[in-house]
């Protein structure tokens, strides 16, 4: 009961955060297109929670991934306050929260597909369930750079503030590159934490 009065709270505090940051957002598409995701998972994680609860672990970092996407469409990547103090104090010639934002985008991906992998059965052995948790973080980075590509197509120069490369040519592949090291590191130092809260989940 406590755990899901916690996660009644987070999700209410997340959707005040949300709604805040559509009131003056630089720019309202590109808040729409960053906020997106949120929009999506939300409502699935609503309806799923009874058949389907995730661990604790996992609905934090999505908590976590979900602030950073906000935070990512209210002043757009490159315009991040953090990313500015932090671009100032390593002296950085780019805004790095995108990078940042790539991180996440390989941690949270791959602890959902472990996690659904793990427990819906479809793999018993971990060393695979690991490497094919990271081919879906590479999947889901590769199709939302698609998603970048087909916004520029079809906004021009009104995708630059989604986009965020920052002139940056190579940004795509160095997006896809964070988000690999994210789902590594997420394996490397949540794996056993994971575990622990899987099986605590299967044997309530």
């Known amino acids: ?6 996660l009644i709270a987070a999700a209410a505090l997340l959707i005040i955060i949300l709604l805040i940051s559509a009131i003056r957002p630089y720019d309202y598409p590109t808040w729409l297109l960053e906020v997106m995701p949120v929009l999506i998972a939300l409502p699935i994680m609503a309806a799923t929670y009874r058949r389907f609860p995730l661990t604790t672990l996992l609905y934090a970092l999505i908590f976590i991934h979900a602030v950073i996407l906000i935070g990512g ?10 990313g500015l103090w932090v671009q100032d104090a390593l002296a950085l010639d ?3 929260y995108d990078k940042i934002g790539h ?3 390989g941690a ?9 992998l793990w427990r819906g059965g479809y793999l018993t052995n971990r060393r695979m369930t690991a490497f094919l948790s990271i081919c879906v973080v590479m999947m889901v980075s590769s199709f939302y750079e698609m998603i970048e590509w ?6 021009g120069q009104g995708a630059d503030e989604f986009l965020g490369t920052q002139g940056d040519e190579w940004d795509a592949q160095a997006d ?5 090291i994210g789902a590594t590191v997420a394996m490397l130092t ?6 622990r809260q899987m099986a605590r989940l299967k044997t309530s």
């Open 73 to 82: 469409g209210t002043y757009t990547y490159a315009r991040v306050p953090l």
């Open 190 to 195: 949540l794996s056993r934490l994971h575990d």
């Open 103 to 105: 991180l996440a985008q």
């Open 1 to 6: 009961m406590q755990r899901q009065n916690t």
């Open 94 to 96: 780019r805004n790095p």
């Open 176 to 180: 896809m590159l964070f988000a690999l």
């Open 108 to 116: 949270v991906p791959f602890i959902v597909a472990r996690e659904i």
């Open 150 to 155: 087909w916004a520029a197509l079809i906004m």
